[in-house]
């Protein structure tokens, strides 16, 4: 149950929170280019600072695509800053545009695929990604159909209301991940819940199955099972960002017909699901997330 405002939010400690906000709420009020401009700028800003996470991009994209070359592995990571600026500003737009301003920036393809799928009662579990365009994603997502969404609960209270907040603007409700049970009975019910099984959650609930080039990629299970307590259908929704300043494109797939009814089967079946989706804009994946940390029994860590 999303809570309302509290006056705690207004404590001194929470002030720096409130001006990075402000200033947030403030650039998104810029027209959409000079926001893109912005946005990239500060991806390319960033990069000198983020050393650490510049080297986890780099590594998983060379074990994901050992096949480029360094100058195209290179130019993959410097897109992937770029999209990293605009993630930051895609999530104020996300929290603080108004509804007729977003459905000026984006377009839909594979809408009927969704509507036939809700059409059958039987809920959908829409499969997304971590593209850096996520929040923003959501908002539109939810413009097309109102659904909900699991996620991990941020460690910030008041970052916690901002967000779902924002996310609810054009959504039905958050569940946190954890949260099975919750997440059954709202696809029973018939909803459609956004759940990404595409990061790394550890050992436990999961199984290795190839990612790209990476043959032990630690999958959770969490599909699986959630389709084998609900029985609803499957299907993918994703948002790219289109070349310049063209705005968004939202991708809605048919839903599944051939998911598998085997554990490993269906981690490997997903894999395959989730790399189509990020070919449609690599560098714009969340490739500064360590996606291989977790590695079978005795095998060497992929990171240093």
Not at 211 to 224: C, I, L, R
């Amino acid at each position: 149950m999303f809570s309302g405002f509290k006056k705690s939010f207004l404590h001194p400690r929470n002030w720096l929170t409130w001006l990075g906000l402000g200033i947030l709420w403030a650039m998104v009020q810029l027209p959409y280019p000079v926001i893109a401009c912005i946005g990239r700028g500060l991806g390319k800003a960033s990069r000198p600072f983020l050393k650490r996470r510049e080297k986890i991009a780099r590594r998983n994209i060379e074990l994901c695509f050992p096949e480029m070359s360094t100058a195209e592995k290179e130019k993959l990571v410097d897109d992937n800053f770029i999209s990293l600026g605009m993630g930051l500003l895609e999530t104020g737009m996300a929290w603080f545009w108004r509804d007729s301003r977003v459905r000026k920036w984006f377009d839909v393809e594979g809408c009927t695929h969704l509507d036939q799928a809700m059409s059958t009662k039987k809920g959908v579990i829409a499969i997304g990604v971590h593209f850096m365009s996520l929040e923003l994603g959501g908002r539109v997502m939810g413009l097309c159909q109102p659904m909900m969404a699991t996620y991990r609960p941020h460690n910030s209270p008041l970052m916690e209301w901002v967000q779902t907040k924002g996310r609810l603007r054009s959504n039905k409700a958050m569940i946190d991940r954890r949260n099975l049970k919750g997440l059954v009975n709202a696809l029973k019910s018939g909803e459609a819940v956004w759940f990404a099984p595409d990061q790394d959650y550890g050992p436990r609930g999961s199984v290795f199955a190839p990612f790209f080039s990476v043959p032990d990629a630690a999958t959770t299970n969490g599909t699986y099972a959630v389709s084998q307590l609900s029985r609803s259908q499957m299907l993918t929704i994703t948002m790219v960002r289109k070349p310049g300043n063209a705005g968004y494109r939202l991708h809605i797939s048919k839903a599944f017909e051939d998911y598998p009814d085997s554990k490993i089967q269906a981690a490997r079946y997903i894999n395959k699901v989730i790399e189509k989706e990020i070919l449609r804009a690599p560098g714009q994946y969340l490739w500064v997330h360590r996606r291989f940390k977790t590695r079978p029994e005795g095998a060497a860590q992929l990171y240093s």
